[in-house]
């Protein structure tokens, strides 16, 4: 098997362990175990814990010690493991802590892989901004994949979607030992400084300006893609709950139109090289965050029925938004780092990104929608206006009764009924990333020569 295939292989399966419950734990925790919400967002708020030292520690252990495919390997053997114990977890606060491990276990490897994949293409004497794109779009679809499967097989609220994902972890576990070999970049002799000894060159990437500002805006953006991974899915699921739009096959496979956000990747990752060598990293992530704008300002106005055409574009528009940002910065930091430290820097990227971003974007969103757009009802007709029915409604009667109330005979729900205001969340978002691109534009300095090929 060619490298390039093996490198494709373990790409298709990296993403896929991951879109196998991502977009869907919100209706397993919601609709399946009935959790509170405000939990919810420490769940999503794991994988930026954990990739706030895991994979930066990764990457030394990688550089320094050990083989990055073996290191990969084992980790995704550990994830696997995890997965699989998750679903027989029936407290809320013991999840958390379950899902915290299995994210310290599965973090690390989004570096890693990218780390393999470079290190083997360099060693093949391959154009990385060339070849990375077309292997890197496996992961996409292998994302996808996961996402069609969860949702077809009747499984987006069920415990099975951590079953798929821990199978497809454990075959990547053993599929890591046929990868490239990735020996540390240790050379024996050299006498080290304390710094090098432990392998954190990586941090010293901070005393320079241009990429401290990149770290410090892929920390920011980072956070407006948790965003949309938290809070996507979930909040078309809950059109269901307007009488209006319950029938519609958009709510049934809410997961699936959702993916195409995936679909749209694959299409940005191979346009990648051209706007790179064209543009240049700024305005590439220029690009991208305003994508994100679009992409919230989309969903703050899009529904199921006449807005459904909003919906999709916003999907189609977040492929621009995830690729131009997360795949071209990996590529920048690759090209802006020595050999020597690969793996960690690749570690620094996903810590602020998927770390310091990500611990960002659960928290503070969760105390925002919790404290200004989150509605509460008291009042039966209150309620029923909002939903655009009457109190006579059949699903309006359910839905009620689902959320532990009932109407009583003064018209008085006998329990507050909560309700997320989505439309002034997603605009919130879209503010927010405005923001961040404007100061990014004036801030990050980077001067591009631009290349045609």
């Known amino acids: 098997m060619s490298i390039k295939l093996r490198l494709t292989v373990m790409s298709f399966f990296q993403f896929f362990v991951w879109g196998a419950w991502l977009i869907t734990i919100a209706n397993y925790w919601f609709g399946t175990k009935q959790w509170d919400g405000t939990q919810f967002g420490a769940i999503f708020a794991t994988m930026g814990i954990a990739a706030l030292f895991m994979p930066t520690l990764m990457g030394i252990i990688a550089d320094r010690w050990v083989n990055a495919e073996k290191l990969y390997g084992i980790l995704h053997l550990l994830y696997a493991g995890t997965l699989f114990y998750l679903p027989q977890v029936n407290d809320p606060q013991q999840f958390f802590y379950v899902m915290l491990l299995a994210m310290c276990f599965y973090m690390p490897t989004l570096a890693l892989s990218n780390s393999i994949s470079y290190t083997a293409l360099t060693e093949g004497k391959y154009d990385l901004v060339k070849a990375f794109p077309p292997i890197r779009v496996w992961g996409t679809i292998g994302f996808i994949a996961a996402m069609w499967l969860v949702n077809l097989s009747g499984n987006k609220a069920t415990a099975h979607q951590f079953h798929i994902a821990g199978a497809a972890a454990l075959a990547l576990s053993l599929f890591s030992l046929t990868l490239p070999k990735c020996p540390p970049k240790n050379i024996g002799g050299e006498k080290k400084t304390l710094v090098q000894s432990f392998g954190l060159e990586a941090f010293k990437l901070f005393t320079n300006y241009k990429m401290a500002s990149f770290f410090i805006f892929s920390m920011f953006l980072g956070a407006a893609l948790q965003l949309t991974n938290a809070y996507g899915d979930v909040f078309l699921d809950e059109f269901k709950f307007y009488p209006k ?44 965050m305003f994508a994100w704008v679009l992409r919230f300002g989309l969903f703050a106005y899009g529904d199921p029925d006449s807005g459904l055409w909003m919906i999709v574009l916003s999907c189609i528009v977040y492929g621009m938004a995830f690729d131009f940002f997360n795949i071209s910065g990996s590529l920048f930091v690759e090209s802006s780092t020595s050999p020597q430290i690969r793996s960690s820097a690749q570690g620094l990227f996903m810590m602020m990104t998927n770390g310091f971003g990500a611990v960002l974007g659960s928290l503070v969103s969760g105390w925002v929608i919790d404290y200004y757009f989150t509605l509460r009802f008291t009042d039966a007709n209150g309620l029923a206006n909002y939903l655009q029915t009457d109190t006579t409604n059949e699903l309006l009667g359910k839905f009620i009764h689902e959320r532990g109330s009932s109407i009583l005979p003064d018209g008085l729900l006998s329990a507050e009924i909560l309700l997320k205001d989505w439309h002034h969340i997603w605009l919130a978002f879209a503010a927010y990333t405005l923001v961040i691109a404007i100061l990014f534009a004036v801030l990050f300095r980077h001067k591009h020569e631009k290349t045609v090929s």
């Not at 699936?256 to 694959?266: F, L, N, P, R």
């Not at 990752?269 to 700024?282: E, N, S, T, V």
């Open 245 to 288: 739009y319950v029938n519609l096959i958009v709510i049934k496979y809410s997961t699936i139109i959702m993916s195409i956000s995936q679909i749209s990747e694959t299409l940005f990752i191979l346009a990648i090289p051209f706007f790179l060598k064209r543009f240049g990293i700024k305005n590439v992530m220029l690009i991208a």
